[in-house]
């Protein structure tokens, strides 16, 4: 059988980080942001600073949101999963990892929410990651970056695609540093300084996108006898 094929835009996508603080743990494990960004070209970044105020740390994720309810039929089998970045500039490995926040974006409180308390994947156990760990590119010519997706983000988008009820049907992924989810501490600004395009670019030609390679649900035959 031949799969089908889907192409989801974000439906909220979003930088929140945590700047200019006094501790590496202060960046990374609080669960609320200091900053928010809906532009066009945002960082996935951790970095240290150094200067007459002291050493102080600063820690950019990029979260984003994907509506597969309306995306794809009730019933849809998710048999692959791709994500499509267009990075302006890439420096150090990264992670895309599950996030609990399926509506409201638009939040401080969004940046803690790819944090959990037991379960990780990551020596922490605290980030459950949804891609194996990956180096960005900027290809020549200018072109999307693909990272293919593991079977625990295929089983949570399978769980929310084509729902009804009162499951909001968003597939939530955020895109992090090694440092990020190694939760080791960085040494200087010149590593983990990504910047990538988001939603709010001009047009769709540079945008995130979420492809998904599908089986569309079974066809239910209804017979008379006569």
């Known amino acids: 059988m031949a799969y089908q094929t ?3 835009y974000p439906d909220v996508d979003l930088a929140s980080a945590r700047t200019v ?23 996935v970044a ?5 200067g007459r105020g002291g050493i102080s ?26 994500m499509y970045i267009w990075f302006n500039n890439t420096d150090g490995e990264m992670y895309f990892v599950k996030h609990s926040r399926p509506t409201s974006l638009v939040s401080s409180n969004t940046y803690g929410k790819c944090i959990y308390a037991s379960g ?6 605290d980030m459950i990651a949804l891609a194996d760990e990956f180096s960005g590119s900027v290809p020549v010519p200018a072109d999307y970056h693909v990272v293919t997706l593991n079977s625990t983000a295929i089983d949570l988008a399978n769980d929310v695609a084509g729902t009804d009820g009162d499951n909001s049907g968003m ?21 983990f300084d990504s910047d ?5 670019y001009t047009g769709t030609s540079r945008d995130p996108k979420l492809v998904i390679e599908y089986e569309n649900p079974p066809t239910i035959g209804l017979g008379a006898n006569f």
């Not at 990538?196 to 709010?200: F, N, R």
């Open 6 to 8: 889907a192409t989801v």
């Open 57 to 82: 740390y600063t820690n950019y994720r990029y979260f984003a949101n994907f509506d597969l309810k309306s995306a794809l039929p009730y019933g849809a089998a998710i048999m692959s999963l791709k």
């Open 171 to 191: 597939f939530c992924i955020a895109l992090i540093t090694k440092k990020d989810y190694d939760d080791g501490a960085p040494s200087n600004t010149t590593s």
């Open 46 to 50: 951790s970095w240290r600073t150094s």
């Open 21 to 43: 603080q006094t501790s590496w743990e202060n960046a990374r494990d609080t669960s609320t942001s200091t900053l928010l960004s809906t532009s066009s070209l945002r960082p």
């Open 196 to 200: 990538i395009y988001t939603d709010a």
């Open 120 to 125: 990780g994947t990551n020596s922490n156990g």
